[in-house]
């Protein structure tokens, strides 16, 4: 069964708007790990941000922001402004310590498309 | 610093015919991981070695085998290949464990392999 999904196959947006990512997983673990991938047409992942269960503060980073709430097991990932070099595919992922950390699950991927 | 390197970067084998993926890290880390990536469905792990003179099976191990040749090097072989694994395939390394820099898998530049 999938544990990780990412209900969006492609985001289409024009230069400047905001553009958010849904990532909602499952597991029965209380210590996990979220993490947001990056691959832009290239074909390298890029590690973005990784998150804890026990951490709930979102965060914000330059241009990117992460909400993550355990209530609804989301792990959502907005990027502000967008620029063309954000085009790429972007992968949400989990580890869980069951796995002794060790797997991580993808969900299908994003494709994000930024147009001048 | 490469990171983690992989060779071949492309690859066209006939249906039967065997070959070998090359994975090597400079990062120091105990873990290191295959995965392979198909059109809409992210990642599957095919197979990791948590540290030196270990291996384990992941979501899609059939066809493949590992070695783990010291703690740099984790190879892949396909013995005898099949179109199903037409793929490109990733492989990746990280350092296990509770702590900031712990359990990010970093990520080689992929092989892209064609199976005729």
């Known amino acids: 069964a999938q544990k990780v999904t990412q209900a969006q196959t492609e985001i289409s947006v024009v230069e400047k708007e905001d553009v958010t990512l849904d990532c909602v997983y499952e597991?029965?673990?209380?210590?996990?790990?979220l993490f947001w991938y990056k691959q832009p047409p290239s074909g390298e992942l890029v590690f973005l941000i990784r998150?804890?269960?026990?951490?709930?503060q979102n965060e914000i980073s330059g241009r990117y922001s992460w909400n993550f709430q355990k209530s609804t097991s989301s792990f959502n990932f907005t990027i502000t402004a967008s620029q063309v070099v954000d085009s790429a595919v972007y992968f949400c992922?989990?580890?869980?310590?069951?796995?002794?950390?060790?797997?991580?699950?993808f969900g299908a991927g994003t494709q994000v498309v930024v147009t001048p | 610093n490469a990171g983690v390197t992989q060779t071949p970067k492309f690859q066209v084998l006939k249906t039967g015919q065997s070959m070998t993926l090359q994975c090597a890290q400079d990062?120091?880390?105990?873990?290191m991981y295959w995965y392979r990536q198909d059109p809409g469905m992210g990642l599957r792990l095919i197979y990791y070695?948590?540290?030196?003179?270990?291996?384990d099976k992941g979501e899609v191990p059939n066809g493949y085998n590992v070695s783990r040749l010291n703690k740099r090097e984790f190879s892949l072989r396909l013995e005898s290949a099949a179109p199903s694994q037409t793929s490109v395939y990733f492989c990746?390394?990280?350092?296990?464990?509770?702590?900031?820099?712990?359990?990010?898998?970093?990520f080689g530049a992929g092989t892209r392999l064609s199976v005729l």
């Open positions: 990746a390394s990280s350092e296990l464990g509770r702590g900031q820099a712990k359990n990010i898998q970093y």
């Open positions: 597991t029965r673990d209380t210590t996990y790990y």
């Open positions: 998150r804890n269960s026990f951490d709930e």
């Open positions: 992922a989990l580890s869980e310590a069951r796995d002794s950390w060790g797997k991580l699950q």
């Open positions: 990062m120091n880390h105990n873990s």
């Open positions: 070695s948590a540290s030196e003179g270990t291996t």
